[in-house]
């Protein structure tokens, strides 16, 4: 079966999962036989990378020192 | 007379006697009812003994009781190999596939007149439990033009990803949960069957 890789990105892969259309659906089996293993072609799909940590323009500003203490110290 | 000197225990052969046993389920009607049981009476209490068995409320019929298995019903899709303690849930059609690891695709196929109910809640959201890992499914509304027995043409489907569980390999219980609006619960834990995790051997447990 093929095996999907989100790399803990659960918003993308519930995205990705809005976006596949479920297959196979007329008479249900226990196998999914559109998700079976085309032998030549890989069994792993990235589906989503990992999340970069946010980091917003607004904040550069702010010097890495905390507001209780004093650089001139 | 009893010889017992304890004065809580000295009525208990009579409680032995009179103890009436109610049938589990009255699907008359829905909610709760206070059947007028054939009481022992006051004179026959003792500290000895639980309340409830004095106060019997018993609960009948209701949405989620139509909602659990039915012993005996017909599970369509999956095989035996699926069941466990309690009946699959009379909102499954059956599920797919029964065995496999971390990243498969899942899919629930869902029947029955709550699932439209459920559709109409504002902010529906549907969770799968893999033995206590939680994953949110995505929900579909589809056509066939294959009718089948229970669910006709229609197709409502479930998709989630397997998620990492406590075992790599072995059978873990699967449970449908339905919240609506701020994470209200509608439904919780409807039991579905079992799942069979086994090892890919070709990808890392840690990716998942």
């Not at chain 2, 206070?34 to 022992?40: G, H, L, Q």
């Not at chain 2, 190999?81 to 059956?94: A, E, F, K, R």
């Not at chain 2, 056509?143 to 197709?155: E, V």
Request: with cysteine.
């Amino acid at each position: 079966m093929k095996t999907y890789e989100y790399n803990g990105n659960t918003v993308a892969m519930l995205q990705w999962l809005e976006g596949k259309l479920p297959q196979d659906i007329h008479e249900p089996s226990p196998i999914n036989r559109a998700e079976l293993c085309d032998p030549n072609s890989d069994q792993t799909i990235v589906i989503a990378m990992k999340e970069a940590p946010l980091q917003l323009p607004q904040f550069a500003q702010y010097s890495d020192f905390s507001q209780g203490i004093s650089p001139m110290q | 007379m009893s010889d017992d000197p304890n004065p809580l225990h000295r009525n208990s052969h009579l409680h032995q006697q009179s103890l009436t046993v109610a049938p589990l389920y009255q699907y008359a009607s829905p909610g709760y009812d206070v059947r007028d049981y054939e009481s022992p009476g006051p004179r026959f209490q003792d500290a000895a003994t639980p309340r409830s068995m004095h106060t019997p409320v018993q609960r009948l019929g209701t949405s989620k009781d139509m909602m659990l298995g039915t012993p005996g019903r017909q599970t369509h899709m999956n095989t035996p190999l699926v069941s466990g303690p309690y009946p699959m849930s009379n909102v499954i059609y059956g599920y797919r596939p029964e065995s496999g690891w971390p990243g498969v695709l899942f899919q629930v196929f869902m029947q029955g007149p709550f699932i439209q109910n459920w559709q109409r809640l504002k902010e529906v959201e549907y969770w799968i439990t893999f033995e206590g890992q939680e994953v949110k499914a995505v929900f579909y509304e589809l056509d066939s033009q294959i009718p089948l027995p229970d669910i006709g043409t229609k197709r409502f489907v479930l998709q989630c990803i397997i998620p990492q569980a406590n075992t790599e390999m072995g059978r873990v219980p699967v449970t449908l949960s339905v919240q609506g609006l701020g994470g209200k619960s509608v439904v919780q834990s409807l039991f579905m069957g079992y799942f069979h995790y086994k090892p890919n051997g070709l990808v890392p447990p840690k990716l998942f």
